[in-house]
């Protein structure tokens, strides 16, 4: 058996082929005419572009736009003036042929790319190696592997797949995929769960250990891949695998269905977003609005802040995608593990307690947050949009916030913006000032939504990214518990809305205790959604307050969560 990393979840069972680009040899070569040389990059460089956009279109409709995304990321770099310009120098500087021009500058970036700490631009060093090889290929009329042609029952096996690769992957043919390279958040692995195929990446030394037409195995959860396995694996596996397709097939039964209690209590199960483009999944699932729109990846990946006209766009395309179910967006949370270049911020010495959200915001109105905020109040004519703030911990910072709120709308009325004068404004619950004066901001706020990432990490004082202390991050441990329950209390008791939409909101072993406080809104990324509400459908609130008052007697993590387990494997 081989291991790897589990990256796209489910049993794939099928026979290997193995891709293979063939390698290309790109030599220097000078050239006479270099004028001449650059008019021939000139043209690949547009077909380039063509063939990425149709590979993009395409994308776009079989999946979703989110997922052509990385390609249209794509388009960008070959469309970026910088780098094109500097190709086209260095063929007429040094009198050598295109491929080779292409060669350097773009491994040049790539390793930049490539030797930064953050994830996202190491991510950008393989789009910078894609985009390079794609016009090579151009260049040299070199054919690449044609992916969309595998037959049926395929294992797609290969040491990287580049998002180009990925994109043109049939998901009725391909039944799993396995590579030698790449992580969790790489694209390929990306575009792996948005086509719902099983995948395994980083599996050491697995192509020397395979031939084409082997039989193999491979499961996306726990990243374990066999190859030829014996007849009692492969029995187990099919097992797996129909159970896994049948349990899949049977959650589809509950869309369009209410998310109803067997006592009558109807709760909200929403969704939580990065982009417009989410909204796709959203829909497919079934939700019933957005609990949460981190407007913060609005800001990332770009080299100058969104407008308040590209944010209204962004926000307007939500509100209308959703037809007037809510949509909560949530002002922007930058800071700590959230950083934007262009921002040019100070590096915090202790980033999780210092400069940021709500903290920055209000220090930056001008150019930061009266933007967003017009921005919002301007969709808002067009559905449910909800303003969230982050970060809070005391009460005056929600009063700023709702008197610019109020100064943006005296001012868009003398402008004659159309805008909801009745929107409503709420906080994210997540720190523990919050939580222990959440009966004062209850009597003030439109809406609570519980931030259990954070709540722990600020209940609990532990690093919520640090692997060290991860023993001590849990939900399930009572402080945090108590503090969850209380901020549901006094939201109840002063008639608010409260929801939640940390991680926690889709824990099977904690939506019970959830709904035996009383919580109303559970947001959660989509695909979790329908389990979720098959979850709901099954159990009723009246015979949960036992559950939840023995599972809060508890004194450690452990104990409650060992009798949570218990409860819902009992279902
Ligand atoms: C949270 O803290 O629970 C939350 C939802 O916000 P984020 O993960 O973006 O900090
Ligand atoms: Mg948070």
């Known amino acids: 058996m081989y291991k790897g990393t589990n990256a796209s979840s489910g049993i794939g069972i099928g026979k290997a082929v193995i891709v293979e680009e063939t390698e290309l040899v790109i030599e220097r070569k000078t050239v006479a005419d270099a004028a001449a040389e650059v008019e021939r990059f000139k043209g690949a460089l547009e077909k380039t572009m063509k063939e990425t956009e149709a590979l993009?279109?395409?994308?776009?409709?079989?999946?979703?736009?989110?997922?052509?995304?990385?390609?249209?990321?794509?388009?960008?770099?070959?469309?970026?003036?910088?780098?094109?310009?500097?190709?086209?120098?260095?063929?007429?500087?040094?009198?050598?042929?295109?491929?080779?021009?292409?060669?350097?500058?773009?491994?040049?970036?790539?390793?930049?790319?490539a030797g930064m700490d953050d994830e996202l631009m190491q991510q950008r060093a393989t789009d910078m190696r894609d985009i390079k090889t794609r016009m090579q290929r151009v260049l040299m009329d070199a054919e690449s592997v044609n992916i969309a042609a595998l037959p049926e029952g395929t294992i797609l096996i290969a040491k990287d797949l580049t998002p180009s690769m990925t994109a043109g992957i049939n998901p009725k043919n391909v039944m799993g995929i396995v590579t030698e390279l790449g992580g969790k958040t790489s694209h390929s692995a990306i575009l792996a769960r948005a086509l719902e195929i099983p995948a395994v990446v980083a599996v050491a030394d697995f192509i020397s250990g395979v031939k084409n037409g082997d039989e193999v195995i491979l499961d996306g959860d726990q990243g374990d891949v066999y190859v030829n396995p014996e007849a009692s694996v492969e029995k187990e596996y099919t097992a797996k695998r129909d159970e896994f397709l049948a349990a899949k097939e049977e959650l589809k039964k509950y869309i369009g269905k209410p998310t109803i209690t067997k006592d009558g209590v109807t709760v909200e199960l929403v969704a939580n977003i990065g982009k417009p483009a989410d909204v796709d999944k959203v829909l497919q699932y079934d939700g019933e609005g957005v609990g949460l729109f981190r407007t913060e990846f609005l800001f990332m990946d770009r080299n100058s802040m969104p407008t308040e006209e590209e944010q209204f766009e962004a926000y307007k395309k939500v509100a209308e995608a959703l037809k007037g179910k809510p949509v909560i967006i949530r002002t922007l949370d930058i800071g700590g593990d959230k950083e934007i270049p262009y921002m040019g911020l100070e590096k915090d010495e202790n980033p999780f307690l210092g400069y940021r959200a709500i903290r920055l915001c209000l220090d930056r109105k001008e150019d930061i947050y009266k933007p967003q905020l017009r921005a919002l109040l301007r969709a808002s004519a067009f559905g449910n949009i909800k303003i969230m703030i982050p970060l809070v911990t005391c009460i005056d910072e929600y009063r700023e916030v709702r008197t610019i709120i109020d100064e943006l709308m005296l001012e868009m009325d003398r402008q004659g913006i159309e805008y909801n004068k009745d929107i409503q404004v709420g906080i994210m619950v997540e720190t523990a000032a919050a939580s222990l004066i959440a009966d004062i901001f209850a009597k003030e706020v439109d809406f609570f939504s519980i931030?259990?990432?954070?709540?722990?990490?600020?209940?609990?004082?532990?690093?919520?990214?640090?692997?060290k202390i991860s023993y001590l991050y849990s939900t399930f441990n009572p402080a945090v518990l108590r503090s969850i329950k209380r901020i549901i209390t006094c939201a109840r008791e002063a008639g608010i809305m409260v929801g939640m939409c940390g991680e926690a909101a889709s824990d099977p072993m904690l939506i019970p205790l959830l709904l035996a406080f009383g919580l109303n809104e559970f947001s959660m990324s989509a695909s979790a959604i329908l389990y979720s509400r098959k979850l709901i459908t099954n159990l009723s609130t009246e015979e949960l307050q036992e559950v939840a008052d023995k599972a809060m007697s508890f004194a450690t993590t452990k104990e409650v969560e060992d009798y949570m387990r218990n409860f819902v494997a009992g279902l």
């Not at 993009?56 to 970026?80: F, N, P, S």
């Open 451 to 467: 931030g259990t990432n954070d709540l722990t990490q600020y209940t609990m004082s532990v690093d919520r990214g640090n692997d």
């Open 56 to 113: 993009a279109a395409d994308l776009a409709t079989r999946v979703g736009e989110k997922e052509a995304e990385i390609l249209q990321g794509h388009i960008m770099l070959l469309q970026d003036p910088a780098l094109t310009g500097e190709i086209e120098n260095t063929i007429k500087g040094e009198c050598i042929c295109s491929e080779f021009a292409v060669e350097m500058v773009c491994t040049m970036y790539a390793n930049v790319f």
